[in-house]
């Protein structure tokens, strides 16, 4: 049982290059997330998906757009990188019915955009 | 969501227990308090939650103050990989939705 794999573990980007970042989980859980973490600060939600076919904004996310591809994969692009999307992106999902302590995370993207 | 304080950092020696405290005075009465923590360069994991009962588990112990303003995340004997940042989150059960928001947490250095 993987839990939420996250790929790339790492990248580099030019700015303006675009990117994908995926995230797969095989726990049948219904919602996915994106959050990214700038260094010393907590995490911030970009965008999240309730349910297979639908997507919401969350805090921050202008320079994003995902994609709930299936109920197992939830994607994140970067159309045009910026420096200031360096970050570390963590994906998570959570199943229906345990509320705020059912979250899984993955273990992150590091993207460095130069 | 209630707004929660933590001291930004803390140290504890390794055998003895860590004492995390979090203040949430203006807390709502269907607002349960969750505890995660991340340890460096990992996705943050749950540890533990509660209401208003002191609550018990494998990783730690959570004690909630009767006017519930405010709780300690106890972990009894700290080891060198508990070294993380934790944080405290309060949150009402059925707003299960769609944002988990991490304020800054404290930063929690074990030391042989």
């Known amino acids: 049982n993987a839990g939420v794999t996250q790929t790339p573990k790492f990248q580099v980007l030019k700015t303006g290059q675009s990117m994908t970042l995926q995230c797969a989980q095989d726990?049948?859980?219904?919602?996915m997330y994106w959050y990214r973490q700038d260094p010393g600060m907590g995490l911030r939600l970009i965008y999240y998906?309730?349910?297979?076919?639908?997507?919401d904004k969350g805090e921050v996310p202008n320079g994003y757009n995902v994609s709930r591809l299936n109920k197992r994969e939830f994607s994140l692009r970067l159309e045009s990188a910026a420096p200031s999307q360096t970050s570390v992106y963590f994906c998570?999902?959570?199943?229906?019915?345990?509320?705020?302590?059912?979250?899984?995370f993955g273990s992150g993207t590091r993207l460095t955009v130069v | 969501d209630a707004k929660t304080t933590q001291p930004p950092s803390m140290d504890c020696a390794e055998g003895r227990a860590a004492n995390l405290p979090c203040n949430h005075s203006?807390?709502?009465?269907?607002?349960?308090v969750y505890w995660y923590r991340q340890i460096h360069s990992q996705g943050p994991q749950y540890i533990i939650h509660?209401?208003?009962n002191n609550e018990t588990n494998e990783m730690a112990s959570l004690i909630i103050t009767e006017d519930r303003k405010s709780s300690t995340l106890i972990l009894p004997h700290a080891t060198l990989r508990d070294t993380a940042v934790y944080y405290c989150?309060?949150?009402?059960?059925?707003?299960?939705?769609?944002?988990?928001?991490f304020g800054g947490g404290t930063r929690l250095m074990v030391k042989p």
């Open positions: 998570a999902s959570r199943p229906p019915g345990q509320g705020n302590y059912g979250y899984t």
């Open positions: 726990m049948n859980h219904n919602s």
């Open positions: 998906s309730a349910s297979e076919g639908t997507t």
């Open positions: 203006t807390i709502s009465g269907n607002e349960y």
């Open positions: 509660g209401l208003k």
């Open positions: 989150i309060v949150r009402a059960r059925n707003n299960a939705g769609n944002m988990l928001t």
